[in-house]
């Protein structure tokens, strides 16, 4: 069973619009939940990352926040653009006593904004 | 350079061949990981390097993977007597302090992909 899940699997919308991207997961205890951002044929870029006592945290028009309870975490963004088409990846870092930052990745959510 | 490199960007084997993917970090990144990303899926953890060590590479699939980082920098993921299913973008990531700080971002290269025929 994955321990990052996310929703949708996919998303279409026009240009300008508002979305939110879901993520669920059942890892603990974790240390950080990240959202990256990965466009096709590159490596994923870090959007914005929370600890587990943060519950909101923007970055531009993305903002992300965190439920620690229900384990629940979601990406808004505001006023889409075409380069808003990507895959939005839901990574959470779980707390080990190795102290390494051993990520794990949910699926992605892959979104495409049309004209 | 100023980002993470991995060469080549894109690989064709056929199965049974041997392979090496390399990943140049970032100029003075302590650790390095290694991860495999399947079509459509999010990236899987293969293994971890601090400096020059390997402190963890449980994610590795079989013996057949083999990573190293001799001097700390540049890393090199060998896979030897490639299968089908090995096809898959091989991402190298670097981040610069040790592990454990929360805000303790990794930095992406683009990625190897790797097609097995």
């Known amino acids: 069973k994955n321990q990052v899940e996310q929703s949708p699997q996919s998303l279409i919308i026009l240009e300008g619009k508002n979305c939110t991207l879901q993520c669920n997961y059942t890892v603990s205890p974790f240390s950080n939940l990240r959202w990256y951002k990965q466009d096709t044929g590159r490596g994923p870029v870090s959007l914005t990352i929370?600890?587990?006592?943060?519950n909101t945290k923007s970055n531009g028009r993305y903002t992300a926040t965190l439920d620690a309870d229900t384990k629940q975490s979601s990406l808004h963004i505001t006023a889409s653009q075409l380069s808003d088409s990507a895959s939005y990846i839901c990574v959470v870092n779980p707390l080990l006593s190795g102290g390494y930052n051993k990520l794990i990745f949910g699926a992605g959510t892959r979104l495409a904004v049309h004209p | 350079g100023a980002g993470v490199s991995q060469s080549p960007r894109y690989k064709v084997a056929k199965r049974g061949q041997d392979v090496a993917l390399r990943c140049d970090p970032i100029s003075g990144h302590v650790s390095l990981f290694w991860y495999q990303q399947a079509l459509g899926q999010g990236p899987e953890f293969l293994t971890y390097?601090?400096?020059?060590?390997?402190?963890?590479k449980s994610g590795l699939p079989s013996d057949r993977f083999f990573a190293e980082r001799p001097e700390g920098s540049v890393s090199t993921l060998k896979i030897q007597r490639t299968q089908q299913e090995d096809s898959a973008v091989y991402l190298c990531?670097?981040?610069?302090?040790?592990?454990?700080?929360?805000?303790?971002?990794?930095?992406f290269g683009a990625g190897t992909r790797l097609s097995v025929l």
């Open positions: 929370m600890t587990f006592s943060e």
């Open positions: 990531a670097s981040s610069l302090a040790l592990g454990g700080l929360a805000k303790n971002i990794q930095y």
């Open positions: 390097f601090q400096n020059e060590a390997q402190l963890d």
